[in-house]
């Protein structure tokens, strides 16, 4: 796929003046982070790191992308729904990774108690990359997939404008109307008030729970915006004002300062290092809630890697999509190569295959929020260390992909605009509503681009290495 902005990314002077423009736009648009130095405060603000061009997708894949993400919202209900699939899955994880584990101890108070909550609620994001093949063919190759706090949404509908006036202002007018729009921030907030609206009372709110620091706010502020303009009321508190001033009533309505709550949407509490025993209390306490939460701790654990390489064995997701063929064959296509390293035969068989093609191979932990990834030799390294141990468990080992690189020029304050090598991940949205056992919404509600350069292995936007970007679909 040759790009179409080949000459303009060798002539440095237009390059200098073409990235001014943009980050005006992007700064009047409001592709906006938080500083660094003040991340509580909306004081002095950035624009979000992003490309100066669109970067070309092939339609198909895009299109192929969309087509199975419904698929993907029905299938991690499904697993959320079956308790027996996930403490199976998650036995040896939880031996010996105590984030998972207290997340499941939850999970097993909760079930026991009896689930109070009726409606359910997921807001999902599935990334994909595009695998190149020797013979140039691309084929798209699921990541991963993220069932809590799924971020960018709302700094997603804002960047089309900015890569439609670069195009525009390079009389390139026909490219410009190509881009496609977006605004996966009006389709989150819609899953949101389809779920408030069932919970079934006027006054509730919804319950955003924030990090104190939060330089993505914007992002957040997107779909605040998007539910008060249909009058649904958003407070954002942290985990420890809930627990400080969280109740349940005798029928364990969640209550916040006085109020009642419709909706959890967890936009903290995603790892291990945001949670401290005050915030399991404060967690616990609101999976207890007949609140929808988003996500409910079962689709929390739906979205972790080790279930994510458990789906990948032969005839898993049958028994969860029975009588389906066609969405599990969707499913299926998407997959990548995906090892087990549970003690016993097949792990040995993954690490082995491992230790000889380090280049082919992630070691992937139970994480989410980006940079957790060992590649190379820092794989080979936490491999040799971890082979005889039981610790081995709580990783699983995902075939690399290898996309095709290009270049575009990265766009970050403080950087001089400069063009680079880089890969690009393909997220969709989903959204899903159940209430009781009946799915009453389940959609796709738009994409986001990522690209980086290609010596960053690892890492979002959020981590501070992927730009935001948008598709040119070819």
């Known amino acids: 796929m040759a790009t179409s902005w080949g000459s303009i990314l060798q002539d440095e002077k237009q390059l200098e003046e073409l990235a001014r423009q943009a980050i005006d ?34 339609s198909a894949l895009l299109e192929q992308a969309y087509a199975v993400q419904m698929d993907f919202n029905m299938l991690v209900d ?3 729904q079956n308790a027996a699939f996930l403490e199976q899955t998650l036995s040896s994880t939880i031996r ?69 006036h670069v195009l525009n202002v390079l009389k390139k007018t026909k490219e410009a109307a190509k881009i496609l729009s977006n605004n996966p921030s009006k389709g989150l907030a819609l899953g949101i008030a389809k779920a408030w609206e069932l919970y079934g009372s006027a006054n509730a709110v919804v319950l955003l729970i924030a990090q104190e620091k ?27 004002d809930v627990a400080e001033r969280g109740s349940l009533d005798q029928n364990r309505r969640l209550f916040m300062d006085d109020q009642e709550v419709a909706v959890v949407y967890f936009r903290d509490g995603y790892m291990p290092s945001q949670y401290n025993p005050q915030n399991w209390e404060a967690r616990l306490l609101l999976e207890r809630s007949c609140a929808a939460k988003c996500p409910d701790i079962a689709t929390q654990l739906a979205g972790t890697k080790k279930v994510q390489q458990e789906l990948s064995r032969v ?17 299926r296509a998407t ?35 980006g940079g957790n990834n060992l590649y190379g030799e820092e794989m080979v390294q936490a491999l040799e260390q971890l082979k005889d141990s039981e610790e081995r468990a709580s990783y699983i080992l995902m075939e690399k992909i290898e996309p095709e690189p290009f270049g575009n ?29 009946t799915l009453v919404m389940n959609k796709h509600v738009g994409h986001l681009l990522r690209t980086k350069a290609i010596e960053h292995a690892d890492g979002g936007v959020a981590a501070g290495v992927a730009v935001l970007d948008n598709p040119y679909p070819v």
């Open 25 to 58: 736009r992007a700064l009047a648009e409001g592709v906006l982070l938080r500083s660094a130095q003040n991340p509580s405060s909306s004081d002095v603000v950035t624009y979000a790191p992003f490309t100066l061009f669109p970067s070309l997708v092939p």
């Open 78 to 80: 499904a697993v959320s």
């Open 96 to 164: 010996k990774d105590d984030y998972t584990a207290r997340l499941f101890d939850i999970y097993k108070q909760v079930l026991k108690e009896g689930v109070a909550q009726t409606v359910f609620l997921g807001l999902n994001r599935s990334d994909y990359m595009f695998q190149c093949s020797a013979d140039g063919s691309k084929a798209l190759k699921q990541i991963e997939i993220n069932t809590i706090s799924a971020s960018f949404g709302g700094l997603a509908s804002r960047t089309p404008a900015v890569h439609r």
């Open 214 to 240: 939060e330089r993505n706010i914007f992002d957040q502020r997107a779909i605040e915006n998007e539910l008060l303009d249909r009058n649904i009321h958003v407070i954002r508190r942290r985990f420890e």
């Open 315 to 331: 005839g898993l997701l049958e028994m969860l999509l029975p009588g389906q063929p066609e969405a599990v064959a969707r499913l």
């Open 335 to 369: 997959f990548a190569g995906l090892y087990s390293l549970d003690m016993g035969e097949e792990g040995d068989r993954a690490i082995a295959e491992a230790l000889a093609a380090p280049s082919h191979f992630v070691l992937k932990p139970q994480r989410e929020g």
């Open 409 to 437: 020029c990265l766009l970050r304050p403080g950087s001089p605009a400069r063009v680079v090598q880089c890969i690009s991940e393909l997220g969709i949205f989903g959204v899903y509503v159940r209430q009781g056992t």
